[in-house]
């Protein structure tokens, strides 16, 4: 049987300053659920590609050099990652990273 991804996480240390991040560079929508430190991200319509997931508060401090990943790895389709890079870095500089 094979398996594809159905869904992804994000782990922050600043949760809403992750939602204004993705909100504002990708346009995601984000919904808490309940009462729960967590999020429900709608990446896009469901009739085009893609994967929807969720937001949480990272447990733990963030990686070091040659630690694991603990923040989260997944593959986003953009027009010109030339473009979506210079969005990021003008509209937030790098000092805010989407998962510190």
Known sequence: MAGRVVHFEIQSADPE?????????????????????????????????GINGGLLPRRGGAPENGQAVNCYVCTIDVTSLDASLEAALTAFGMSVFACS
């Open 17 to 49: 300053g992750a939602i204004l991040f993705y909100e504002k560079l990708f346009g995601w929508k984000f919904e808490q659920w309940g009462d729960q430190p967590y999020w429900l991200i709608t990446t896009g319509p469901s009739s085009e590609p």
